[in-house]
């Protein structure tokens, strides 16, 4: 909400000029509306935009139909009587120069009026609490303004008798899954995908639901998101277009914010891929993108919803990078089906491990995630930090339920895995005491591989071993003695016994 003296002041600068006399400077104007002359209907509003009318008496006409209480208007100045109709009717005229165009205009009358205040520059600030804050003021009700997967974009500030279910979205910064069920089932979300009007939706005690009246954001046929108010019935009237008008400016300043990002993530994302796949110009890449000149974590991520695999690696991506860089710990890329996050981190992976968790938890119940974090490294050294997390990243993928793999934690069993992998790939020796004592396994019935391995693993202890394999320490001693008659095994030298961890380790 802004007065009409804000506005005229602010126009000013743009070499806007006032025609008519004004009744009261000091009126609050809290609606905008554009003249659509393709559109038959009547739109009702504060502050009308004339665009594409070039005489300002066509405007007053327009304003007056429109209860008005200021037009803008790209136009020459006509004679007395048309202003002295402006006038009568209490619509103060506003001529715009012809060299300012409608976009900067919109841009700043859409953000004084419906966001509250103006930036230094004069245009309207990307603030959309105090756009909720307008609306609500506007429909006397809580405003919640929500994207299109029911995550909370911004809320206005008054919360007294605020009902459970609101509280719980604020808290939660989405939608809980009960109500958004109870909305699915309703036809709620359909309703929003198919039409442009308001719906109001029942109240539901079970669920701590008051009414609501919910309108769709839209960008053409686009459905970006939705407006909600809190209310005990239907809008009507004024209010109702309040909010129809409300969810017009959320629509621009949403469409605003989605091109912006859009080209940081781009930016970012290229960026990202240097550092990742090793650049000469590290340090530099580093400064670009904004990142302390510290020491960092490669985090990898991946995700699965039901079959929709690459919607949800991309609800992943959108949470990663959302908000600006600056107020964003890392920075991310998305790479086939892995995003790839550059978190300046220490010797300690706590931090690491606080934001994948922090960042799952803002997703949809039925996302699941698998993350690995990489060794801490030095800018030059990523390439090394993207292949420990993508390691890691496939052990945690084989362990659902668990937390996300740290290389800290988990090298002994990246190195096994890096074992493995070469002996999958032909690099294991085809002959040798593991291969034969494997093959008299296959053959005999016999636990001599098992064994060995207890026995390695309990350094020789035979006790410790007959307890991991459950039987007496004589059959421990009985089967080594049969092995060393079957194989040359030579368990007195060191290199032979690290020989046969690492070839049992690569078997398993």
Same mark, same amino acid.
């Given at each position: 909400?802004?007065?009409?003296?804000?506005?005229?002041?602010?126009?000013? *600068? @743009?070499?806007?000029? /006032?025609?008519?006399?004004? =009744?009261?400077?000091?009126?609050? %104007?809290?609606?905008?509306?554009?003249?659509?002359? #393709?559109?038959?209907?009547? =739109?009702?509003?504060?502050?009308?935009?004339?665009?594409?009318?070039?005489?300002?008496?066509?405007?007053?006409? %327009?304003?007056? #139909?429109a209860q008005a209480t200021v037009v803008l208007v790209h136009g020459s100045v006509?004679?007395?009587?048309?202003?002295?109709?402006?006038?009568?009717?209490?619509?103060?005229?506003?001529?715009?120069?012809?060299?300012?165009?409608?976009?900067?205009?919109?841009?700043?009358?859409?953000?004084?009026?419906?966001?509250?205040?103006?930036?230094?520059? &004069? !245009?309207?600030?990307?603030?959309?609490?105090?756009?909720?804050?307008?609306?609500?003021?506007?429909? *006397?009700?809580?405003?919640?303004?929500?994207?299109? +997967?029911?995550?909370?974009?911004?809320?206005?500030?008054?919360?007294?008798?605020?009902?459970?279910?609101?509280?719980?979205?604020? +808290?939660?910064?989405?939608?809980?899954?009960?109500?958004?069920?109870?909305?699915?089932?309703?036809?709620?979300?359909?309703?929003?995908?198919?039409?442009?009007e308001p719906l109001f939706v029942a109240p539901s005690p079970e669920h701590g639901?008051?009414?609501?009246?919910?309108?769709?954001?839209? #960008?053409? !046929?686009?459905?970006?998101?939705?407006?909600?108010?809190?209310?005990?019935?239907?809008?009507?009237? !004024?209010?109702?277009?309040?909010?129809?008008?409300?969810?017009?400016?959320?629509?621009?300043?949403?469409? !605003?914010?989605?091109?912006?990002?859009?080209?940081?993530?781009?930016?970012?994302?290229?960026?990202?891929?240097?550092?990742?796949?090793?650049?000469?110009?590290?340090?530099?890449?580093?400064?670009?993108?904004?990142?302390?000149?510290?020491?960092?974590?490669?985090?990898?991520?991946?995700?699965?919803?039901?079959?929709?695999?690459?919607?949800?690696?991309?609800?992943? @991506?959108?949470?990663?990078?959302?908000?600006?860089?600056? /107020?964003?710990?890392?920075?991310?890329?998305?790479?086939?089906?892995?995003?790839?996050?550059?978190?300046?981190?220490?010797?300690?992976?706590?931090?690491?491990?606080?934001?994948?968790?922090?960042?799952?938890?803002?997703? $949809?119940?039925?996302?699941?995630? /698998?993350?690995?974090?990489? &060794?801490?490294?030095?800018?030059?050294?990523? $390439?090394?930090?993207?292949?420990?997390?993508?390691?890691?990243?496939?052990?945690?993928?084989?362990? $659902?339920?668990?937390?996300?793999?740290? @290389?800290?934690?988990?090298?002994?069993?990246? %190195?096994?895995?890096?074992?493995?992998?070469?002996?999958?790939?032909?690099?294991?020796?085809?002959?040798?005491?593991?291969?034969?004592?494997?093959?008299?396994?296959?053959?005999?019935?016999t636990r001599y591989v098992a064994t060995l391995r207890a026995w390695l693993e309990?350094? &020789?202890?035979?006790?410790?071993?007959?307890?991991?394999?459950?039987?007496?320490?004589?059959?421990?001693? @009985?089967?080594?003695?049969?092995? /060393?008659? %079957?194989?040359?095994?030579?368990?007195?030298?060191?290199?032979?016994?690290?020989?046969?961890?690492?070839?049992?380790?690569?078997?398993?």
């Open positions: 909400m802004v007065t009409l003296d804000r506005l005229i002041n602010v126009l000013g *600068g @743009y070499g806007v000029r /006032s025609w008519a006399r004004v =009744p009261s400077r000091d009126t609050e %104007l809290h609606s905008v509306v554009v003249h659509d002359p #393709a559109d038959s209907g009547t =739109p009702v509003g504060d502050v009308l935009l004339a665009v594409g009318v070039r005489d300002a008496r066509d405007a007053v006409d %327009l304003a007056v #139909a006509t004679g007395d009587a048309t202003r002295v109709r402006a006038e009568s009717h209490g619509v103060a005229v506003l001529l715009v120069d012809p060299a300012v165009s409608w976009s900067k205009i919109c841009g700043v009358v859409y953000g004084l009026v419906l966001e509250g205040r103006e930036t230094g520059s &004069g !245009r309207g600030p990307s603030d959309l609490f105090a756009l909720a804050d307008a609306i609500a003021g506007t429909v *006397g009700g809580q405003v919640t303004v929500e994207d299109r +997967l029911s995550r909370v974009v911004a809320y206005s500030s008054l919360q007294q008798d605020a009902d459970p279910a609101r509280l719980d979205t604020i +808290l939660g910064r989405r939608v809980s899954e009960p109500v958004r069920r109870l909305f699915s089932e309703r036809g709620v979300f359909r309703h929003l995908g198919t039409s442009e639901l008051r009414g609501r009246m919910v309108a769709g954001v839209r #960008a053409g !046929r686009e459905l970006l998101g939705s407006v909600w108010v809190t209310c005990d019935e239907p809008l009507a009237g !004024r209010r109702l277009r309040a909010l129809k008008d409300g969810a017009e400016a959320v629509a621009l300043h949403l469409l !605003r914010f989605r091109v912006s990002a859009d080209l940081e993530r781009q930016v970012e994302s290229e960026l990202v891929v240097q550092l990742l796949e090793g650049t000469p110009e590290a340090a530099s890449v580093c400064s670009k993108l904004g990142l302390p000149p510290e020491t960092f974590r490669v985090v990898a991520m991946q995700a699965h919803a039901d079959d929709e695999r690459h919607a949800a690696v991309l609800l992943v @991506y959108d949470r990663a990078t959302t908000g600006f860089g600056w /107020s964003r710990p890392g920075r991310s890329t998305l790479f086939g089906n892995t995003v790839y996050t550059v978190l300046p981190c220490g010797d300690d992976p706590t931090p690491a491990r606080t934001w994948v968790h922090d960042l799952v938890r803002d997703l $949809p119940e039925h996302v699941t995630v /698998s993350a690995g974090i990489g &060794g801490v490294c030095e800018v030059t050294q990523l $390439p090394a930090g993207r292949q420990e997390a993508d390691e890691c990243l496939a052990l945690h993928v084989t362990r $659902p339920g668990a937390g996300p793999v740290d @290389y800290d934690a988990a090298w002994s069993d990246i %190195l096994l895995q890096r074992l493995r992998t070469a002996a999958g790939s032909g690099r294991q020796p085809r002959r040798g005491p593991i291969v034969e004592l494997a093959a008299h396994d296959a053959a005999h019935n309990a350094q &020789g202890d035979l006790g410790a071993a007959a307890a991991a394999l459950d039987v007496h320490p004589n059959t421990v001693r @009985y089967r080594m003695r049969r092995m /060393s008659e %079957l194989v040359r095994l030579r368990l007195d030298d060191p290199k032979t016994r690290l020989a046969l961890v690492i070839a049992l380790a690569a078997v398993e």
